[in-house]
């Protein structure tokens, strides 16, 4: 069975003190991982897909990486709008599987 | 616009009871799932459908029914609820069922059971 571990659970950071969150992943036939952030009483909302080791997507002040066994997402410099849970899911076939998420907390 | 809708966004009820969630999306997609989020927050998938036929359906008590009337629509009746039914239900929909293309997720419908 697909597994997708997220680390570390939680993470509170200062305005500006940039850090990376981690998503270490076993699938047969990886077709894609992504990338979600989720507010509070939200729903999860795309934030990347990454389809092969080595690639790399950037959006403001986020970039996800991938390699065959992990992804990265490095948040360069957050503000407090940065705070949610990150969640990072691996596509096998048909089926999304999600890991626990990283909630991150920026103070100003 | 809201592209993933859910109804209601919270279902408080009795154990035993029936109840169903609706879920509508306009983006044009041909695939919608339903998920469930428990309490340590994993999303887990239930059912999926495509063009009206039920692609996945995982592990789930037989008492959780879906029915999707057109591709735009996919709802979840639920029989004979038990505590452990309490959770956020999400709705999502997304492009095609196979290729890696993001899906949309509703805002959630927070189920309690008492």
């Known amino acids: 069975e697909d597994q997708v571990t997220q680390s570390p659970e939680a993470l509170r950071l200062q305005e500006g003190e940039s850090s990376s969150l981690n998503c270490s992943y076993t699938v047969s036939g990886l077709r894609g991982l992504f990338w979600y952030r989720q507010d509070p009483g939200k729903g999860p909302e795309f934030l990347f897909t990454l389809y092969s080791a080595g690639e790399e997507k950037e959006k403001e002040r986020l970039k996800a990486t991938l390699t065959k066994k992990e992804s990265f997402l490095h948040i360069t410099a957050p503000k407090p709008e940065d705070s949610a849970t990150y969640l990072c899911a691996v596509q096998n076939d048909y089926k999304l599987s999600f890991g626990a998420g990283t909630t991150v907390t920026v103070r100003a | ?114």
């Open chain 2, 1 to 114: 616009d809201t592209a993933v809708s859910q109804t209601p966004k919270y279902l408080v009820t009795q154990m035993g009871n029936d109840k169903s969630i609706k879920c509508e999306q306009n983006l044009g997609h041909d695939t919608m799932y339903w998920y469930k989020q428990d309490s340590k927050k994993f999303l887990k998938i239930m059912f999926s459908y495509n063009n009206k036929e039920l692609i996945i359906n995982e592990t789930v008590p037989n008492r959780f029914s879906p029915k999707s009337p057109d591709k735009a629509h996919l709802n979840l009746h639920i029989n004979s609820l038990e505590l452990g039914d309490s959770a956020v239900y999400f709705c999502a929909s997304s492009q095609g069922p196979r290729d890696p293309q993001p899906q949309h997720f509703g805002d959630g419908t927070r189920l309690s059971i008492l």
